[in-house]
Every structure is written in C-alpha cells, then in structure tokens.
C-alpha cells in the first residue's frame, strides 16, 4: 500500500488513450490498492491509472464520501455498456487544479467490467455515481472535464494553469469540494 503522486493537467499521459489490461496479476491487485490510498489521502471519490502516470485501463471508486470504505469498487477494462438519460453535474477532477464547471453527462448508466479476481462484473448507477464512473472512464480514454466543456471556458483555464506553473503560485486546495 502506498500514496502515490497525482498528476496535474497539462501531463500528457492525461491526455493519452490507455490500453487495456491483458492479464490480471498481483501487479493489478497491488495498483489498485495503492489507486484506493491514493484517492482517500486526497481526498477523493474515483481515480484513474493515467492519473498516476500509469496507462491501464483501471479505476477505483468509493461515492459514498460520508462512509468512506463501505462502496469500494476497483474497475479493470471498464466499459459502459448502456448510457440513458442527461444530467448536468458541478464536477471537479483530483488532475485539474482550482476548478470546476458544469458537465453534461448520461443520468443513468450501465458498466461492464472485471474485477481483482477475474471475474466480470456489471454495475447499474445513477446520481453522482453514474458521473463519476464516467468521469473516470473518461480518463482512461485520454479525456479531462474540461475537454467536455466550451472552448472559451477551457481556453480561460488553460491560461490560468499556464500562469499558475509560471508563477509557482498554485492556489490552497478548497477540500470542502468533492473531487473525482
Ligand atoms: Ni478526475
């Protein structure tokens, strides 16, 4: 078990497509454990191997931030199976530095998966779950919220991020927000 380094927008391993996973291993079992230490020193609610520095397609979650621990899932090869619905979400990412927008996402979704031990899982979600399986599979198909946001927002962030990593003034952490 071990806390890892988060990386920051603009890595790009961030932006990358991650390949899958082709044997589970105690390599898999140990990363995603050292993922779920990760995201709860944070603190977070999902993380995604990219956002590590590592391209596999796996992701950790835990929604229930109030009883962190009792809802973990640890997501190999995940995919989403059957998308219903819209919904707009206030979201914020452990990878992206002092800010958050509005993203439009599917209300309810369907996730195929496996798991530690090989075996295939399918998970129904909606509410903040659903937006955060997406968020994190979003992640490992190279993508950021703010790629799913206007151009004009995105471009005001990317200038800001740019001044922040010139300056070296980096904001203080509002851990008040949910990250995901
Ligand atoms: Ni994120």
Known sequence: MAILEIL???EPVLSRVAPPVNN?????VKLLNDMLDTMYAAPGIGLAAPQLGISQRVIVLDVNHENPHKQVYKLINPVISRAEGSVIWEEGCLSVVDFT???RRAARVEVTAFDENEKEIKIE???????ALQHEIDHIDGKLFIDRISRLKRDLYTRRRKKMLRTGVVPPADNARILI
Request: charged residues 20%; aromatic residues 12%; negative net charge.
């Open 8 to 10: 920051k927008y603009p």
């Open 125 to 131: 979600a909606d509410g903040l779950f659903a937006v």
């Open 24 to 28: 589970i291993t105690g390599d898999t």
């Open 101 to 103: 927008a509005e993203v």
